[in-house]
Structure formats: structure tokens, C-alpha cells
């Protein structure tokens, strides 16, 4: 019995779990991130507070991770955006995902 337990967990490994979140006026599908794509984000993160423009990239990472399609946009495409939109959706990721202040209500 413990095997068939332990064998349905294993096979939850790479199963995304995902929402619909507004973004721009439409809907867009975002998934939880996974341990090694928080523990890249936090690596990331760490190299902000000497380098401000490191942020954006941060954000970036954080939508290429997880917003289904946009793990093909380039830099550029991310120029295009409102700043205020992706802040909002790379909050709305990071407190779906459980990390950091916005996790306290992880998941909702």
C-alpha cells in the first residue's frame, strides 16, 4: 500500500497547477512555479539591491516561467508592455506560487 502511495506522488512530479489571472484587459494562464524555477528567481533576486535594472530582469524571468506562451518573448517584446501590467501579473504569480510577502495567501 505504502508503494502505490509513494508511486501516485511520484507521478505528480511535473504537473502544473494553473489559474486564469486578468492581464491588459484579457485573461491570461499562469502556473505555480516549481522549487528549481523559485530557487533561479531567488538567485536572481539576490543581485538587485546593487544593480536596480536587475529587477526588470527578475520580473521577466518570473512571466517567462510562468505565463503559458510567453517563454518565447524577447526583450523587446517585454518593452512593449505597461510596467504597471506586468508588475501586477509578476505579484499575481508570485503569490500563487506561495513565495515571499505575496504568498501569504498562496494559492487563491
Known amino acids: 500500500m505504502v508503494s502505490a502511495t509513494v508511486g501516485g506522488f511520484k507521478s505528480l512530479i511535473g504537473k502544473k497547477m494553473t489559474k ?4 491588459m484587459g484579457e485573461k491570461v494562464s499562469i502556473s505555480k512555479l516549481s522549487v528549481s524555477e523559485v ?3 531567488q538567485q536572481e533576486a539576490k543581485t538587485i539591491e546593487t544593480n536596480e535594472a536587475q529587477g526588470f530582469e527578475v520580473l521577466k524571468t518570473v ?25 501586477k501579473l509578476s505579484t499575481e504569480i508570485m503569490r500563487f506560487s506561495g513565495i515571499g510577502e505575496q504568498g ?3 494559492g487563491k
Open 20 to 23: 486564469d489571472v486578468p492581464f
Open 104 to 106: 501569504k495567501e498562496a
Open 39 to 41: 530557487l533561479q528567481i
Open 63 to 87: 512571466i517567462r516561467s510562468s505565463v503559458d506562451g510567453a517563454g518565447d518573448l524577447s526583450d523587446q517584446d517585454f518593452n512593449n508592455f505597461p510596467m504597471d501590467e506586468l508588475s
